[in-house]
């Protein structure tokens, strides 16, 4: 009998986002004629910039002739792309990485399942609440079911507190997804200082650090003393660069970083890690890989950060219009998400059916990203500057 994994089946269906699909298609059907604007999408709106495609259709063309194949790849990824890396996002900001110290991948979602698969089953996992729901599921189909919520309210500014109890991982998200707030460097230090004194690992998920505005905002939790003993940090291209249908990403896990056996033995995760790659990843594409390599000169950095620019002007307009109509809105200064605060007493599901029912706007309710976030809804800077304009005057227009 072919027994299955009984962990997989403790996670929840998917109900957020068919939910939202079911509800978008009963609202076309009966309003075939009424365009639905999407401030819900994660996913980014404008096309690679020209460096990135000339940089890939020239690694294309390598890969006709025989001279410059490239078969299998290097499975912690080629030293040209991480080479610069190790320059742009680490030396600049005084942060010494080693080459073996960066693996690239296919993406942070598989990156985050992959690094925490090197972890004990048992191990206490603490999330912040609201969050990207992955981090949960991946846990709990991994067989971890001592989860602990950090809560994120705006009393504490969506920032949970240190726990006062032991946490064996750590999850952290800034800017987070979805209530666009930043961790401080004081309060990463106090981070660094728990997991130090707990043994404990933070899982430093920054795919959001392009949006990062303000100086004193670590763009890296290297950035803080000691924390590579302690923290592991994923990025993305996917944000930075548009990368969220080409892939690409990387994970930086310094050598300095333990874990443990039951008996008390040091491991090192960075070799775990690399032993768990080449058994189950192939690499990341020559071709991603190149792609990815052009946002670092002059010209990629210029391009990409005018896409960016463009995300965070809708961000900004989004913010002024819905703070002028009396809405309390979280994020969107940072990043490119915008946590909105909901009247009293409206749950965030029925703002959505109101939502779209009479201005036909699309968001994500709040409490898809956790318990504390119910009375919130995310709306997203990653439409066209035209749609978002557009659907803000609906909106402000309706809400009044
Ligand atoms: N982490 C957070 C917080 C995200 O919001 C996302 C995607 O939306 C990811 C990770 C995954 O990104 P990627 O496209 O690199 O897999």
């Known amino acids: 009998m072919a027994v299955v994994n009984e962990d997989f089946l403790n996670i929840k ?32 709106s404008l096309p690679l ?6 940089a ?18 290097i499975v912690q990824g080629y030293d040209f792309l991480i080479e610069r890396i190790l320059e742009v996002e680490y030396k600049r900001r005084n942060v010494n990485l080693e080459k073996d110290e960066i693996f ?15 972890f004990s089953r048992n191990c206490k996992v603490a999330l912040m609440d609201p969050v ?48 666009g707030t930043v961790l401080t460097r004081k309060q990463l230090e106090l981070w660094v200082k728990y997991a130090k004194e707990n043994n404990s690992v933070i899982f430093y998920d920054s795919v959001y650090e392009i949006f990062i505005d303000d100086e004193d905002i670590p763009h890296s939790i290297y950035e803080i003393e000691g924390a590579k003993e302690v923290a ?17 990403s990387f994970v930086a896990i310094p050598k300095e970083l333990k874990l443990y056996t039951k008996s008390g033995e040091e491991v090192d995760l960075n070799t775990l890690y690399r032993r768990r790659q080449s058994v189950k990843y192939g690499a990341a594409p020559y071709i991603t890989q190149r792609g990815a390599e052009a946002i670092y000169s002059d010209e990629g950095q210029r391009e990409i950060r005018e896409n960016i620019k463009y995300y965070k002007e809708n961000a900004k307009y989004m913010k002024q219009e819905l703070e002028k109509i009396g809405f309390i809105t979280y994020g969107g200064e940072n990043s490119p998400y915008i946590w909105l605060k909901l009247p009293n007493g409206i749950d965030s ?8 029912n009479e201005v036909a706007v699309v968001g994500t309710p709040g ?29 402000t227009k309706s809400f009044k």
């Open 13 to 44: 269906n998917d109900y957020l986002f068919s939910m939202i699909e079911e509800k978008k298609r009963d609202f076309k059907k009966n309003n075939p004629d009424t365009k639905i604007i999407n401030l819900g999408i994660g996913d980014v």
């Open 49 to 54: 910039v020209p460096t990135v495609i000339n």
């Open 56 to 73: 890939m259709e020239k690694a294309t063309k390598e890969m006709s002739k025989k001279e410059t194949f490239r078969g299998y790849g």
């Open 104 to 118: 690239i991948g296919s993406g942070s979602k598989s990156d985050l399942a992959g690094v925490s698969e090197i």
């Open 132 to 179: 990207y729901p992955a981090y949960r599921d991946v846990n709990i189909m991994l067989g971890r079911n001592d989860i602990t919520y950090l809560k994120g309210t705006e009393e504490n500014n969506f920032i949970p507190e240190i726990p006062n109890e032991h946490i064996d991982i750590i999850y952290l998200c800034s800017p987070n997804n979805p209530t």
């Open 232 to 248: 592991v940090e994923f990025r993305s291209f996917s944000k930075l660069a548009g990368f969220t249908g080409v892939r690409c």
């Open 349 to 356: 599901w029925e703002f959505f059916d109101k939502l779209l």
């Open 367 to 395: 409490v898809g990203f956790g318990n504390y976030g119910e009375g919130f809804f995310r709306l997203t800077a990653f439409s066209s500057k035209e749609d978002t304009k557009e659907a803000i005057d609906r909106i």
